[in-house]
């Protein structure tokens, strides 16, 4: 609830967690069911002025950050934060999905798929880090997207972050199941319940996936920088494992392993690559720190860039001393390193790499509890979500019921489905926020309202529309065609070139970063777009039916509620803030005045 309200000053006398119609629906258009019925006639006109608004960089420091009542403490400094990164990536992703792609899909070669989705994850962080030096606060990249793209736009993001953080917790949970069987010298299936009559992507209950998340919410909701201490620790722990697999795993290398490099060709690669994806997710977590971190500056571009130069360099040594060990097609798919020890004469070692692997699993839901709760902060106080899950409790200096509401949906998403689907679901979601941050990046670099002519706003459109163009075409025809004809990248690739080009040498600069900048631009962030919509191509049919599912509900509750609570909030602090002869909270289209 906004702190500028019909009643003063209510919310800033309300202390502990209340739970009133107030806290989910205080907004005029649910005041009753007549003044819901006006806003919903009146969608096409809101609609209209929440895609062409924009939020301000100082909206979102200041006013939609006090909405919670109570403030972040400012606790974390570059150290924590690349721990926090290193805790954030290294667990599920490159102890379980390994294995499977290394078998399956890539062979050896999946040590090239880590390198191209280490491209791709670095090219976004370059990105995340410039927006969370200039805009440190819990939103992370729905902040971003507000500022920059707007609000319809932010909250589709929006919808795909939490997905995100949700299957991914999910995700590790079902993973840290099957690597604790392993430690007990059991199958995973022995810790799951099977229900036959159930879908078999749905019917492997897992109760321990569920305890594991139960644990990781306390640690979350206590403290921050308690949880930071505990990841701290966990992460060494980890990487000390890391050291032990790749020396032990070289020191049983068979260079015979190695004979049969690519055996599924560059298509087997790409599409590693694309799942693989998942093994990165979790750094953008760090970057809805910022709003804790003392010296937002010098800390996020040290924290971020050096937790990811790190993790590829690991992920890459990992997947060479795996696929070393043995021939890929005899690689475990549920536990490929504790599995390859074993086949070569160290079964002691196995106990080793589970214990790391649980330690590291560990590491990333508890960085992904701390960073979700944030993302879903931030943008309950925009009021697209109930604003009641935008509270910050004064004890803990934590977002308690952002972090419960979360974690709640993990845990169900955990105990029913599947790694596999998991995974790829999680990857579009992710390389779809990822993509509009990059794009996000080129209109914060080329355009600023009221200042940039209407010419060169003309010519900035053109070269995006281009950009993503070509790129879409690309990614296409790479995943629709059967065959490894290269005469359409002839025509899109150039188009993509000539496009950032133009853009690089028509379009003059509106805007240069205070703090830190990404280099290069634009043709970082457009490389970066591009690398991002190639892998999506190579994800398959059925996770985007998914995705495509997950889109129309997202949209349905925006319809019905988010657009008409944001702006309603939004249009009360616009007026607030006139009234009070200060600048505006936001720019856009001018929308008349008359009754909401």
């Known amino acids: 609830m906004g702190l500028d309200g019909p009643t003063g000053n209510e919310g800033v006398r309300r202390r502990g967690c209340s739970c009133t119609k107030d806290d989910f629906l205080p907004e005029e258009s649910f005041k009753s069911w007549g003044n819901y019925i006006q806003a919903l006639q009146q969608t096409p006109r809101r609609f209209m002025d929440r895609v062409f608004t924009r939020s301000l960089d100082s909206t979102e420091l200041h006013e939609i950050k006090a909405r919670s009542q109570h403030e972040m403490k400012k606790t974390l400094s570059w150290w924590d934060l690349i721990w926090f990164g290193i805790g954030a990536v290294i667990g599920a992703g490159i102890f379980v999905l ?103 992507d ?36 980890h990487v000390i494992v890391i050291l032990f697999i790749i020396i032990a795993g070289f020191s049983k290398a068979d260079a015979k392993n190695y004979s049969d490099f690519m055996p599924f060709g560059i298509r087997g690669v790409f599409k590693s690559s694309a799942v693989l994806f998942f093994a990165y997710v979790g750094f953008d977590a760090v970057s809805t720190m910022a709003e804790e971190t003392k010296n937002p500056a010098r800390d996020i571009p040290i924290g971020l860039v050096g937790s990811m ?22 690689i475990n798919v549920d536990a490929p390193f504790s599995v390859a020890f074993e086949a070569v004469g160290m079964s002691w070692a196995k106990y080793i790499v589970a214990a790391g692997a649980l330690k590291g699993m560990t590491s990333v839901l508890l ?57 790829n679901l999680l990857s579009i979601s992710t390389l779809f926020i990822f993509m509009l941050v990059a794009l996000a990046l080129l209109v914060r670099r080329y355009y600023v309202s009221g200042e940039t002519t209407t010419a060169n706003r003309n010519k900035l459109v053109a070269c995006i529309v281009l950009i993503l163009a070509s790129s879409v075409a690309t ?113 856009g289209v001018k929308v008349s005045s008359e009754a909401q």
């Open 98 to 200: 390994t294995g499977l792609q290394a078998r399956e899909v890539s062979g050896p070669a999946v040590v090239i798929s880590y390198v191209v989705s280490g491209i791709s994850a670095m090219l976004s962080v370059f990105c995340y880090t410039e927006f969370a030096v200039e805009i440190p606060v819990a939103g992370g990249s729905f902040a971003y997207l507000r500022v920059e793209l707007g609000d319809f736009m932010a909250f589709i993001a929006a919808g795909n972050i939490l997905l995100e953080y949700v299957i991914g917790g999910a995700a590790v949970a079902r993973s840290w199941t099957s690597y604790f069987a392993t430690l007990c010298n059991h199958q995973p299936e022995d810790f799951r319940i099977i229900v036959h009559s159930m879908s078999e």
């Open 202 to 237: 749905y019917g492997h209950l897992d109760p321990i996936a569920v305890v594991v998340v139960c644990v990781i919410c306390v640690l979350a909701v206590l403290s921050t920088k308690g949880s930071s201490r505990f990841n701290y620790i966990a992460s060494i722990i």
């Open 309 to 330: 130069v790190i993790t590829t360099a690991a992920y890459c040594l990992l997947a060479v001393a795996l696929c070393l060990m043995q021939p890929f097609r005899e």
């Open 367 to 423: 960085v992904s509890a701390v960073g979700q709760a944030r993302y879903l902060t931030h943008i309950a106080r925009t009021h697209m979500m109930p604003p009641w899950l935008a509270q910050v409790n004064p004890k803990t200096g934590t977002p308690i019921n952002a972090t419960i509401v979360m974690l709640s949906a993990t845990a169900i998403i955990a105990f029913f489905t599947e790694l596999d689907i998991l995974a």
């Open 475 to 587: 990614a296409a025809y790479w995943g629709l065609s059967d065959n490894d004809d290269w005469i359409a990248y002839v025509i899109t690739v150039p188009i993509w070139f000539l496009a950032t080009l133009a853009l690089h040498v028509a379009v003059p600069r509106a805007r240069n970063p205070k703090l830190w900048g990404v280099p290069l631009v634009p043709w970082l962030p457009s490389a970066s777009i591009a690398i991002n919509i190639f892998l999506l191509g190579s994800i398959d049919g059925a996770s985007f039916a998914r995705f495509g599912i997950w889109t129309v509900v997202l949209l349905l509750y925006y319809f019905f509620f988010g657009l008409h609570a944001s702006y309603d909030t939004a249009k009360e602090a616009a007026e607030n803030k006139m009234g009070d002869g200060l600048k505006k909270v936001e720019e």
